[in-house]
Structure formats: structure tokens, C-alpha cells
């Protein structure tokens, strides 16, 4: 099994800035990408980051490009979100996520998530 732990969550103003960080512990080989989602009040989960392992590609939702980047370091098997100009609307809980292949198959957990509040 594959545990994250996130953090950096909170209350900031609009304009402010966040660093979120997600920590994978537990059956941490083969990990294929880790990323970030989020969930605002009466909304589904949305897509916000990406980052492979191999090669560390990035890709991010279009209403995040420009504020938001997704890094990581392998060593640590930690992954982080800086979060820049955030907005009323960035408010919600931001979950981590990991993808793992295996010859079996591919394997997605979740963090339990951290709640960003964007408000003046």
C-alpha cells in the first residue's frame, strides 16, 4: 500500500501565496506520476497538476497555468504545489494524488487532502 500525507494548507489572502507538499510513504516503487486535484463546495474533483517520474513532464489545468507549479523530489518521494495569485476561486480541497504501474496494472491513491481557503 501507498500512504500520502499532505500539508501547507490555510487561510490566505488573494494575491497570497501557498506551498503545498505531499509525502509518500509505504510501496513507493514503480510510481508512475504524483499530482494534485481539488474539490470546491457543491463541485466534483477537478484536475489541477501533474508530474512524471520519468522526466519530471508537468502538466496543469488551464484556470491554474501561469500561477501554479508542480515539482517534486524523488529522493524524498515528496511533491510539492507552489501556489501563486491565488484567487477567491482556487478555494477548495486540494487532494494528492499517485499513480503507480504495475505489470498488474495501474494503481491510484489519494491523500486525505488539505483545505486552502482563498479569502479577504
Known amino acids: 500500500q501507498v500512504q500520502l500525507v499532505e500539508s501547507g494548507g490555510g487561510l490566505v489572502q488573494p494575491g497570497g501565496s501557498l506551498r503545498l507538499s505531499c509525502v509518500a510513504s509505504?510501496?513507493?516503487?514503480?510510481?508512475?506520476?504524483m499530482g494534485w486535484y481539488r474539490q470546491a463546495p457543491g463541485k466534483e474533483r477537478e484536475f489541477v497538476a501533474v508530474i512524471t517520474s520519468a522526466g519530471g513532464t508537468t502538466d496543469y489545468a488551464d484556470s491554474v497555468k501561469d500561477r501554479f507549479t508542480i515539482s517534486r523530489d524523488a529522493a524524498k518521494n515528496t511533491v510539492y504545489l507552489q501556489m501563486n495569485r491565488l484567487k477567491p476561486e482556487d478555494t477548495a480541497v486540494y487532494y494528492c494524488?499517485?499513480?503507480?504501474?504495475?505489470?498488474?496494472?495501474?494503481?491510484?491513491?489519494w491523500g486525505q487532502g488539505t483545505q486552502v481557503t482563498v479569502s479577504s
Open positions: 494524488n499517485l499513480l503507480r504501474r504495475l505489470t498488474a496494472g495501474t494503481y491510484e491513491y
Open positions: 509505504g510501496f513507493t516503487f514503480r510510481i508512475s506520476s
